[in-house]
């Protein structure tokens, strides 16, 4: 299997663990896709360092062969499936009693 | 110094982002058992596809800018802070949107 199919299946799973098994529906939201457009701006400049050196490298035959900034486009789906699995965990575990307790 | 190279990324991530939780006090860190339950998940599922993508070989890791510690599947340590770390850099600035913007909750 390629990362090409990796990823795409990857960032279809994480949208599905949003509205589907936890029902989080951060993608509903606009405090989400806020929060992903300033990640994926960091998320280009770190990875673009990662793999510019490069420290990472990948195999021509496991991608699609377009880049961004040095990352293969993998990556972005990559990175999205990452924040959305997480932030949908976080907000799962969380409620206001959670965050009212902790301060 | 270049075997640092990696682990400076990380450190330069949690760097950039403390000031959230020190100036903008978006509470991340402090809520920390609930930091770590929702690490837990997200490291199990991409250590293992990194692992997984380690072993058909669909990326490789240039040792000369690693800490030469590899963990099970040949993973470097680096990779198993990297989903610890930026995890942790996405929950703070979600928290920060909201913080300076609650209404975006919904």
Request: charged fraction near 15%; hydrophobic fraction near 55%; aromatic fraction near 12%.
């Amino acid at each position: 299997m390629s990362y090409t199919l990796l990823a795409v299946l990857g960032a279809a799973a994480a949208v599905l663990v949003d509205l589907v098994v936890l029902r989080t529906r951060l993608l509903t939201t606009r405090a989400f896709w806020v929060a992903y457009a300033i990640i994926v701006f960091f998320q280009l400049v770190t990875n673009g360092v990662l793999t510019g050196i490069p420290i990472v490298r990948y195999d021509p035959d496991a991608i699609i062969g377009w880049h961004l900034v040095f990352a293969p486009v993998e990556d972005l789906l990559f990175g999205f499936a990452l924040v959305m699995i997480t932030l949908s965990t976080w907000v799962k575990l969380g409620g206001r009693e959670t965050r009212r307790a902790a301060r | 110094m270049s075997h640092l190279s990696y682990l400076a990324v990380l450190a330069a991530c949690l760097v950039a982002t403390a000031p959230l939780e020190l100036v903008l006090h978006v509470g991340v860190y402090a809520q920390w058992r609930r930091l770590l339950l929702t690490l837990l998940p997200v490291v199990v599922v991409f250590v293992a596809w990194d692992v997984f993508a380690i072993s058909r070989r669909m990326w490789t890791y240039d040792p000369r800018y690693l800490v030469d510690v590899t963990l099970p599947g040949r993973l470097p340590l680096e990779e198993l802070l990297f989903f610890l770390v930026i995890p942790t850099c996405a929950v703070l600035t979600y928290e920060a949107v909201l913080t300076r913007r609650p209404e975006w909750r919904s």
